[in-house]
């Protein structure tokens, strides 16, 4: 299946940073990515949609200047957490669709903590 | 509203125990009903996709079948590997971008 790769894995920061995560599609070209968060036994929640070239389209209550997602070419997307706070922690997961292709392919996540 | 429900929440079986999880939902036209498994810390892996009532797949010990109001996970003979989480997902009709509304999950223990 396709891969999808996202990076950090893990990482820890203070409460008031920012903190960027990045989404790739590694064999395939991702019209369309999708962010969501996970919280401890709980089902993945979709946080926004992103298109290549264009804005995001974030889901209701999902602050999206706290939440910037850039979108910049056809194999990566980016979403950086502004001043994180402890609330912010959570993991994070994005998925990648190419054009044409009703399969979403997941990344393997990423954890953050907030300190 | 569309809306997924999936039970049992939690399952454990014994190595070789037969069961079903069940993908309920309500959408307004399906576009496609997605399985996946997701592992501990880990992203959900893709399984199956299924489109319309009557289909069904295979992928070793798992089956999935649909019909107009629900899904069904088979899980035949399971071994301890097949332990994980299973999620179920809807795409609707109206949806062209592919956004997924998925249920719970099912917590799946197998044991030796």
């Known amino acids: 299946g396709a891969v999808v790769s996202q990076h950090p894995s893990w990482v820890i920061c203070k409460s008031g940073t920012s903190v960027k995560i990045e989404c790739r599609s590694l064999?395939?070209?991702?019209?369309?990515m999708f962010w969501y968060r996970q919280f401890p036994k709980q089902s993945l929640m979709l946080m926004a949609t992103s298109n290549e070239g264009s804005k995001a389209t974030y889901e209701q209550g999902v602050e999206k200047d706290k939440f910037l997602i850039n979108h910049a070419s056809l194999t990566l997307s980016t979403l950086t957490v502004t001043s994180a706070h402890p609330e912010d922690s959570s993991f994070y997961i994005c998925?990648?669709?190419?054009?044409?292709?009703?399969?979403?392919?997941f990344g393997e996540g990423s954890r953050l903590t907030v300190l | 509203e569309d809306q997924v429900t999936q039970s049992p929440e939690a399952l454990r079986l014994q190595e070789g125990e037969s069961s079903s999880l069940n993908c309920s939902y309500t959408?307004?036209?399906?576009?496609?009903l997605f399985w996946y498994r997701q592992d501990p810390g880990k992203g959900p892996e893709f399984l199956f996709t299924l489109y319309s009532a009557g289909e069904e797949k295979e992928k070793e010990r798992l089956k999935a079948t649909l019909t107009k109001k629900e899904s069904f996970l088979h899980i035949t003979a399971p071994k301890p590997e097949d332990s994980a989480t299973y999620l179920c997902a809807v795409q609707a009709a109206s949806s062209n971008t592919g956004k997924l509304i998925f249920g719970q999950g099912t917590t799946l223990q197998v044991k030796p």
């Open positions: 959408v307004s036209g399906l576009r496609g």
């Open positions: 064999d395939f070209q991702a019209t369309t």
């Open positions: 998925s990648a669709r190419g054009a044409g292709g009703e399969e979403l392919f």
